[in-house]
């Protein structure tokens, strides 16, 4: 597999710094690779990290580039990795001898994350690294629906926008969704043990997603209760809200979900004086899926860009955060560009984040989408 990026290698010819073997007791008498493999000699680091298999399909070639900028975040720019091929294999060079808790745990959460070795002048030593899961990751999986994120990305904009809040929570850490969809970014959340609450437009979407939670909890004999009630204003019914509590397995406290299906500017009035630690959410691409746009009700007008969603819900979503909470965005950069999230976002008091690791999470979904993520902070 030839990988898209420029790998910074050395070909070394000397059978002396043949690249190192994966450990297996069961095959240590195995001939080592051969000769000619890539190999850094440079810098020897000493751990290398495994992506996900499918990374690479879900960020277009761009996987070691988007995964290295979310673990720099995760670990506070404290460590610069590389891309390194060992024996025909892409890995991510962690130039750290020893793996401390932090890196541990960031390595656990890491939404590409498949394995990770210590390696020695021979061998790759597997390094056992835990999740922080508290649910199954099947959650978010199993759902497969037009216009759905994909998950791997979402648990890394999740992990961006976690990682850049300035406050630490008491208790448990809040998430809103506006534009939940059927839930990829809740479920995400559920399943690292947060809060979650969420708004979409689509009622449909809403049902489902009740439909489904309402299942899989039952499936997983998880101890829950969920509740999808109508919402009435004036004895009119504007909607339906769905209510979840899941306590996981060995946990000392239920998470809760709430869902408001109605139109995301809505969503202060929705939530009243509620506030959330972060709003995260992947904005409309303002491209048709099956018959309809996924931009909905921009003053009364079919506004395929999105632009002018945001420019409206960004106040609202803004006045929805903590002191100290952060917001994350992913959104297609073909529609509206970086400058006027920017203006927008300093406009309504946050600040943006747009150095370093921040600046490298731009890829191409297709033709018509290219995804990138707006970080900004409520000081
Ligand atoms: C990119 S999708 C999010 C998908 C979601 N992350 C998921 O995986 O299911 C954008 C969502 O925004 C919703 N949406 C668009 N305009 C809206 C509006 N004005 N108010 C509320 N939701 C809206 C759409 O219904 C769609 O579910």
């Known amino acids: 597999m030839t990988p898209a990026y420029a790998v910074p290698t050395t070909r070394i010819h000397s059978p002396a710094r043949d690249p190192p073997r994966i450990a297996n007791p069961g095959t240590s008498t195995a001939a080592p690779p051969p000769a000619h ?13 495994l992506l996900s298999p499918s990374a690479n399909r879900v960020y277009a070639g761009n996987a070691h580039q988007l995964v290295a900028a979310e673990l720099e975040i995760l670990l506070g720019g404290e460590v610069q990795t590389e891309p390194v091929t060992i024996a025909a294999v892409s890995y991510l060079a962690l130039p750290v001898s020893e793996l401390d808790r932090r890196t541990v745990t960031a390595l656990g959460a890491l939404s590409a994350f498949f394995a990770a070795f210590r390696r020695d002048e021979t061998n790759l030593l597997p390094v056992e690294i835990t999740p922080p899961d508290r649910l199954d990751d099947d959650l978010v999986t199993i759902p497969k629906y037009p216009g759905k994120t994909n998950e791997q990305f979402t648990r890394l904009l999740t992990n961006v926008a976690l990682a850049s809040m300035t406050r630490t929570p008491n208790g448990a850490t809040s998430i809103l969704d506006p534009l ?13 043990g947060h809060d979650v609450a ?148 300093t406009g309504v008091g946050l600040r943006p984040l747009e150095s370093g690791p921040y600046l490298r999470f731009a890829h191409r979904v297709d033709s018509s989408i290219h995804r990138d993520i707006f970080v900004a902070v409520k000081d």
């Open 198 to 345: 969420g708004v979409d437009g689509d009622l449909k979407a809403v049902e489902a997603y009740a439909a489904y939670l309402r299942t899989y909890l039952r499936r997983k004999r998880l101890k829950h209760t969920a509740d999808l009630t109508p919402v009435r204003r004036d004895g009119k019914s504007i909607g339906r809200r769905l209510d979840v509590t899941v306590t996981p397995d060995g946990a000392s406290r239920p998470q809760s979900l709430t869902v408001f299906s109605g139109d995301t500017r809505q969503s202060a009035a929705l939530f009243g004086k509620r506030k959330f630690d972060a709003v995260i959410t992947d904005a409309p691409y303002g491209v048709v899926h099956g018959s309809q746009t996924d931009v909905r009700g921009v003053s009364g007008k079919r506004d395929r860009s999105a632009a002018g969603l945001i420019s409206e819900a960004l106040p609202v979503w803004a006045g929805q955060l903590k002191t100290g909470g952060a917001l994350g965005l992913s959104w297609n950069s073909l529609g509206v560009t970086r400058e006027r999230l920017t203006e927008l976002a």
């Open 37 to 49: 493999e890539t190999w850094n000699s440079e810098t020897v680091s000493d751990h290398v990290i």
């Open 180 to 192: 939940a969809g059927r839930g990829t970014t809740l479920s995400t959340g559920l399943i690292l």
